[in-house]
T-cell receptor
Framework: KAGVTQTPRYLIKTRGQQVTLSCSPI?????VSWYQQTPGQGLQFLFE???????NKGNFPGRFSGRQFSNSRSEMNVSTLELGDSALYLC????????????????FGSGTRLTVV | AQTVTQSQPEMSVQEAETVTLSCTYD???????LFWYKQPPSRQMILVIR??????QNATENRFSVNFQKAAKSFSLKISDSQLGDAAMYFC???????????FGKGTKLSVKP
């Protein structure tokens, strides 16, 4: 069973550019979440999608956006990149979203390392 | 708002020995889940163990076990018979239905000495 796949693994962008990161969840998982990981702030929640709908959103500016497709694949986009956006972006998928039916945790991908110069 | 605190930025253990990583959390919810994730240098977060708040029994997964104290809001991870492959960052995480996302602690870097 394939895990969560994130592409690309590494990315270098210039300030002001935009970037799109991709995530393919485990087959059958309908919930996809995105997290930003930095040495200073740790792991911070960006947003969660379930059945193509954004269910939850973290405290990030509007430059950060995402979407989910009918096959549950998800993309996140960051526009007008800033140096502070340099981070490891982790995607995670799970079978269910929310408390009903239990929650068995997320399966994470290996992340995309974004460097903004 | 819910918070998760890991008070040990770094820990070290001798191979084959036992080590305990601490985690405390704050919440007003009664129904939630707690997790320990491991992140090796490969960057992928790996689920180590899961605990449901309404279950009194502490979760166990092979050499990994937790001490869940709901009243004290404490959730420590015990690693027995430590192996070199256990060296990694360990994150404690909280999941409650009201916010629908994982809240992570800052992590504990575990080193294993041969």
């Amino acid at each position: 069973k394939a895990g969560v796949t994130q592409t690309p693994r590494y990315l270098i962008k210039t300030r002001g550019q935009q970037v799109t990161l991709s995530c393919s969840p485990i087959s059958g998982h309908r919930s996809v979440s995105w997290y930003q990981q930095t040495p200073g702030q740790g792991l911070q929640f960006l947003f969660e999608y379930f059945s193509e709908t954004q269910r939850n959103k973290g405290n990030f500016p509007g430059r950060f956006s995402g979407r989910q497709f009918s096959n549950s694949r998800s993309e996140m986009n960051v526009s007008t990149l800033e140096l502070g956006d340099s981070a490891l972006y982790l995607c995670a998928s799970s079978l269910v979203s929310g408390g009903t039916g239990g929650f068995y945790g997320y399966t994470f991908g290996s992340g995309t390392r974004l460097t903004v110069v | 708002a819910q918070t998760v605190t890991q008070s040990q930025p770094e820990m070290s253990v001798q191979e084959a020995e036992t080590v305990t990583l601490s985690c405390t959390y704050d919440t007003s919810e009664s129904d939630y889940y707690l997790f320990w994730y491991k992140q090796p240098p490969s960057r992928q977060m790996i689920l180590v163990i899961r605990q449901e708040a309404y279950k009194q029994q502490n979760a166990t997964e092979n050499r990994f076990s937790v001490n869940f104290q709901k009243a004290a809001k404490s959730f420590s991870l015990k690693i027995s018979d430590s192996q070199l492959g256990d060296a990694a960052m360990y994150f404690c995480a909280y999941y409650g239905g009201s916010q629908g996302n994982l809240i992570f602690g800052k992590g504990t870097k575990l080193s294993v000495k041969p």
